[in-house]
């Protein structure tokens, strides 16, 4: 059982925030899935549209299945939770594609906030189709966001249990006024 996590200053939070691809076998509790729904419902997007909705998976075969689908989300198969962000996929591409990020990283953020990880992960090409066939989702919605949720096997091999990685100095980063 994973002990709850204190809480941390809000900028050391979001600094801190990782994309972890290995897990534990222990499934997020209840508690914090509705949270991260919550949270998803409420995000902001253009017009107020909400041009989403959500795939919840937790079933290991079909988790597996959707990280062999081209793209970049090898690490569902090892995921207790898998949410699939499925967008209206209307002529507002550009907004829902700003949407769907905002909507990835508020995911992440409420995970998180509740001692668990997670790791946004891509479909592309066939993998889209792939998905939607495997899941009962219509044709003519947008399907390529995934996010593995879970507790981080920290004993995984490949676990991120290094250092963070170094970052850009600012002064790299930021042009005052111009370039």
Same mark, same amino acid.
């Given at each position: 059982?994973?002990?709850?996590?204190?809480?941390?200053?809000?900028?050391?939070?979001?600094?801190?925030?990782?994309?972890?691809?290995?897990?534990?076998?222990?499934?997020?509790?209840?508690?914090?899935?509705?949270?991260?729904?919550?949270?998803?419902?409420?995000?902001?997007?253009? =017009?107020?549209?909400?041009?989403?909705?959500?795939?919840?998976?937790?079933?290991?075969?079909?988790?597996?299945?959707?990280?062999?689908?081209?793209?970049?989300?090898?690490?569902?198969?090892?995921?207790?939770?898998?949410?699939?962000?499925?967008?209206?996929?209307?002529?507002?591409?550009?907004?829902?594609?700003?949407?769907?990020?905002?909507?990835?990283?508020?995911?992440?953020?409420?995970?998180?906030?509740?001692?668990?990880?997670?790791?946004?992960?891509?479909?592309?090409?066939?993998?889209?189709?792939?998905? =939607?066939?495997?899941?009962?989702?219509?044709?003519?919605?947008?399907?390529?966001?995934?996010?593995?949720?879970?507790?981080?096997?920290?004993?995984?091999?490949?676990?991120?249990?290094?250092?963070?990685?170094?970052? =850009?100095?600012?002064?790299?980063?930021?042009?005052?006024?111009?370039?």
């Amino acid at each position: 059982m994973v002990t709850s996590v204190q809480p941390v200053q809000p900028i050391e939070f979001l600094r801190k925030l990782r994309s972890i691809r290995r897990f534990t076998d222990e499934p997020p509790p209840r508690g914090a899935v509705d949270d991260i729904l919550a949270v998803a419902r409420w995000t902001g997007s253009a =017009k107020n549209r909400q041009h989403w909705a959500f795939v919840l998976v937790r079933d290991r075969e079909i988790l597996a299945r959707m990280a062999a689908a081209e793209g970049s989300a090898k690490h569902l198969a090892g995921a207790s939770l898998g949410i699939l962000l499925v967008m209206d996929g209307s002529d507002l591409v550009e907004q829902e594609t700003f949407d769907e990020g905002r909507l990835a990283e508020r995911i992440a953020l409420v995970a998180n906030a509740h001692g668990l990880e997670s790791c946004i992960g891509w479909f592309k090409g066939s993998g889209r189709d792939d998905v =939607k066939a495997l899941l009962g989702i219509p044709p003519e919605k947008l399907v390529r966001t995934v996010m593995s949720i879970g507790y981080e096997d920290t004993g995984a091999d490949g676990a991120r249990n290094h250092p963070e990685h170094p970052r =850009k100095p600012l002064a790299d980063l930021v042009h005052v006024g111009r370039w």
